[in-house]
């Protein structure tokens, strides 16, 4: 089983920035895909990016696309994202997770003020 503890999240104005980081630990070798999610108030939740952990391909929800990139530190075993341009929209808390999923973490909320 892979553990997964995020970090980075915080208050933002829109327009700012902020990276988000992923850690996992445990069975990492087993990992294939990670990947981003996040859950608004009120509505379910929702994919957000996606990177190959060996090749380094990546996948973008349409809502974050060119805003958003998210990469992987293989050797620490770790994942990013880097928001970039955020909207208020864009508050929620933000999971990651491995894909096929696993457990999911607690996730870090991240607030967008306009």
């Known amino acids: 089983q892979v553990q997964l503890v995020e970090s980075g999240g915080g208050l933002v104005q829109a327009g700012g920035s902020l990276r988000l980081s992923c850690a996992a630990s445990?069975?990492?070798?087993?990992?294939?895909?990670m990947g981003w999610f996040r859950q608004a108030p009120g509505k379910e939740r929702e994919f957000v990016a996606q990177?190959?952990?060996?090749?380094?391909?990546?996948y973008y929800a349409a809502s974050v696309k060119g805003r958003f990139t998210i990469s992987r530190d293989n050797a620490k075993n770790t994942v990013y994202l880097q928001m970039n341009s955020v909207k208020p929209e864009d508050t929620a808390v933000y999971y990651c997770n491995t894909i096929p999923y696993g457990s999911w973490g607690q996730g870090t909320q991240v607030t967008v003020s306009s």
């Open positions: 990177i190959n952990w060996s090749a380094g391909n990546t």
């Open positions: 445990g069975r990492t070798f087993s990992i294939r895909d």
